[in-house]
């Protein structure tokens, strides 16, 4: 399996908005396992995607699904930046699909 | 809903058999909705855990639950110590219990 827990920063005040775009695509993604969207509880415009799929190789093939780069498209003014990026390799747990 | 993402550093070794202790008692833990324990594939003894619970109540219930309560004591002597625990407030995504 492969994972990444990333976070990101909303413009000031758009972080439910960026939110609600990031899971209007989250539906439908091939050997997606797990894709959680959540509010960091203490810094206000932050938030952490933590994803989990059957392999690298599906990660990339979602990027180009059509749901995917509108929501890209959509979401890209309503980031302030990247905070971190971490890749991990999963080893199980609950509430993974498939 | 209520989540968290964690990192431990295993003692040096002993990472394998420490997520073996993890994911034995991540099973039947009432108002889980997510947990996964994954290696950090950068860092030899890293793991990370994200979790999304019902709320907070249930983590902290989780916490005095027999299969937890043995799998801390086995898993305290493995672990070298905590470097990050952030407290999310989830709000959806694909792959959640429940």
């Known amino acids: 399996m492969f994972g990444l827990i990333g976070k990101m920063r909303a413009q ?8 609600a775009i990031l899971l209007e695509s989250t539906g ?6 797990s894709y959680v969207v959540a509010r960091d509880e203490g ?10 799929w059957d392999g690298e190789d599906s990660h990339k093939a ?15 003014p ?4 990247f905070d971190s990026r971490i890749r991990t390799v999963p080893a199980g747990g609950a509430g993974l699909a498939g």
Chains 1, 2 share one sequence.
């Open 78 to 81: 309503l980031i302030a930046g």
């Open 12 to 19: 000031p005040g758009q972080r439910d908005a960026l939110i």
């Open 43 to 52: 810094e206000e415009d932050a938030i952490w995607i933590t994803e989990v």
């Open 28 to 33: 439908g993604m091939p050997g997606c396992l």
């Open 62 to 76: 979602s990027l180009s699904l059509p749901q995917v780069q509108a929501a890209i498209a959509r979401a890209r």
